[in-house]
């Protein structure tokens, strides 16, 4: 079965750039999603078809996805964007999920 | 608005069979390229895709958990249920319900854009 592999954690300073990374078998010939999902609270998408961003999610916020890894790019990090993040991809008509991603802001 | 809003039984005992039902709103099931998919995540852990449904009535399963479950939906009542059968303590977790969208008139590639706040199911004798 088709896996996605993320790191489990990733740390940022506020006011700079964060990278989470997403990794699969020729992901960048799938297209990827991104959800953030904050404590105890249901996910939200910020990123689809790699690079779209849904309306009301800040220009902060953009993806990338080529070989085999998508990536999720926060620019200006802020405090509120310190969640869980998850990748997503479509294999065969079914969703795939990475293991999450936790962005530390300090 | 989209909105749906997920519903179930708090506490399942082992081998039993889970019934939840996801209510929607500010769209209907029998709008031209439409979906909903369930997807579950047990505490601290990942989120897990389960099954999804379109307004064609096309389905589909996770490979994993296939044999056990069973999507479907009522259009009149808006609503999509998910059976789930021979539960067990690992199925402990929070069930999401989520909107469907497509990206194209042909649906080539769709996407889950608007989830429900979820229901957390314990399963427990």
């Known amino acids: 079965s088709y896996e996605l592999t993320q790191p489990p954690s990733v740390s940022v300073s506020p006011g700079n750039t964060a990278s989470i990374t997403c990794s699969g078998d020729k992901l960048g010939d799938k297209y990827a999603c991104w959800y953030q999902q904050r404590p105890g609270q249901s996910p939200v998408l910020v990123i689809y078809q790699d690079d779209k961003r849904p309306s009301g999610i800040p220009e902060r916020f953009s993806g990338s996805n080529s070989g085999n890894t998508a990536t999720l790019t926060i620019s200006g990090t802020q405090a509120t964007d310190e969640a869980d993040y998850h990748c997503?991809?479509?294999?065969?008509?079914?969703?795939?999920f990475g293991g999450g991603t936790k962005l530390t802001v300090l | 608005q989209v909105t749906l809003k997920e519903s179930g039984p708090v506490l399942v005992k082992p081998t039993e069979t889970l019934t939840l039902t996801c209510t929607v709103s500010g769209f209907s099931l029998s709008s031209a390229r439409v979906g909903v998919s369930w997807i579950r995540q047990p505490p601290g852990k990942a989120l897990e895709w389960l099954a999804h449904?379109?307004?064609?009535?096309?389905?589909s399963y996770s490979t994993s958990l296939k044999s056990r479950l069973t999507i479907s939906k009522d259009t009149s009542k808006s609503q999509v249920l998910l059976t789930m059968t021979n539960m067990d303590p690992v199925d402990t977790a929070t069930y999401y319900c989520a909107h469907i969208s497509c990206s194209s008139a042909t649906c080539t590639y769709y996407y889950m854009d608007v989830w429900g706040r979820g229901t957390t199911v314990t399963v427990s004798s």
């Open positions: 997503q991809a479509w294999d065969s008509r079914t969703a795939v």
């Open positions: 449904i379109f307004s064609n009535d096309d389905k």
